[in-house]
């Protein structure tokens, strides 16, 4: 059974960090792409980070871009969000994601909560 388990999460001030965490399980990932999403109240939810586990390729939004670092650790499968230079904007849930180019493979993890007080 494919689990993601986000950690991390947790009230900071405007211009502080945070760094969550992923820790996967229940299959190889090797060949998908890991990703962070956020969820603001009354948003809809948005992408923010992308890794490959193939080539360690890496995307980001806009909005993070500069702030934000997505990195992956092969040998303890997780995927880590290290986020600097926190706005209230940047206020949400946040959610692990997996999934496989060309299959149906797309997992979720339950989330967890950033909060960037200003």
């Known amino acids: 059974q494919v689990q993601l388990v986000e950690s991390g999460g947790g009230l900071v001030q405007a211009g502080g960090s945070l760094r969550l965490s992923c820790a996967a399980s229940?299959?190889?990932?090797?060949?998908?792409?890991m990703r962070w999403f956020r969820q603001a109240p009354g948003k809809e939810r948005e992408f923010v980070a992308g890794i490959s586990w193939t080539n360690n390729y890496t995307n980001y939004a806009d909005s993070v871009k500069g702030r934000f670092t997505i990195s992956g650790d092969n040998a303890k499968i997780t995927v880590y969000l290290q986020m600097n230079s926190l706005k209230p904007e940047d206020t949400a849930v946040y959610y692990c994601?997996?999934?496989?180019?060309?299959?149906?493979?797309?997992?979720w993890g339950q989330g967890t909560q950033v909060t960037v007080s200003s």
């Open positions: 994601n997996a999934y496989r180019l060309y299959s149906s493979d797309n997992y």
């Open positions: 229940g299959r190889t990932f090797s060949s998908y792409i």
